[in-house]
């Protein structure tokens, strides 16, 4: 059997790269982590997936077994790479209908929760700051909360009869949130008082061994919230 290493190009601060780190997290498999400016893209990074996006995987073979190096561009490529080579712990519910349900859901996160809510709250608070964009557009920023509640309340009613987002048992639905709301999180953008079954879940998924690696995260010159790095809050 070939033994691969693994590489993680990823921003500590993108959903996308989290997603991949609390899958690898969750599947048990080691990686090293290569952090990336996402905005500035360097050759390497083109060279690896010519649209820049993260994160990007790259599985090496190991000693000389053979083996042909992988190359896993995004989010999506890296979830179903995973689930498809190392099945051992599986992050798409083996029920035909959940998994379709946690589908649905991951990609409500990569299309309406990105544009709804990070193209405005999360570029206006964090990356103009990284870019230099000069200062926050209010306007922009209190719409972008305004989408994010009605996300959240509506979260919160699918947890009102389930388990985890999907159904009644974690999945990829729960990883794309959790990615997305924990950052959310370190910026103190969430009231989670409001939201009872949701807090409750995310205390449960942010207990769990692949999520404190998160924990650690810190933007420089952006101090997280004075909870961000407890369990129980």
Known sequence: MISYSRQLYHFAFDPHSRIARLALGEKKLAFEEIPVKYWQPD?????????????????????????????????????????????????????????????????????????????????????????????????????????????????ESLLQYRNWLAGQVMSYADFACAAQLSILDYFDEINWSRYPALKNWYMAIKSRPAFRPLLNDKLPGMAPSAHYKELDF
């Open 43 to 155: 050759d390497t990074i083109l060279r690896l997936n010519p649209s820049g996006l993260l994160p990007i995987l790259i599985e090496t073979p190991e000693g000389d077994a053979g083996g042909k190096t992988r190359r896993l561009c995004e989010s999506r490529a890296v979830m179903e790479h995973l689930e498809e080579t190392y099945p051992e712990i599986r992050l798409w519910s083996e029920d035909l209908n959940e998994r379709g349900e946690a589908r649905r859901l991951v990609g409500w996160f990569e299309r309406k929760f990105d544009y709804e809510v990070n193209a405005l709250l999360l570029h206006e608070k964090m990356e103009k700051r990284l870019i230099g964009g000069g200062p926050p557009d209010i306007a922009a920023m209190r719409a972008g909360r305004d989408a994010l509640k009605d996300h959240l309340r509506y979260f």
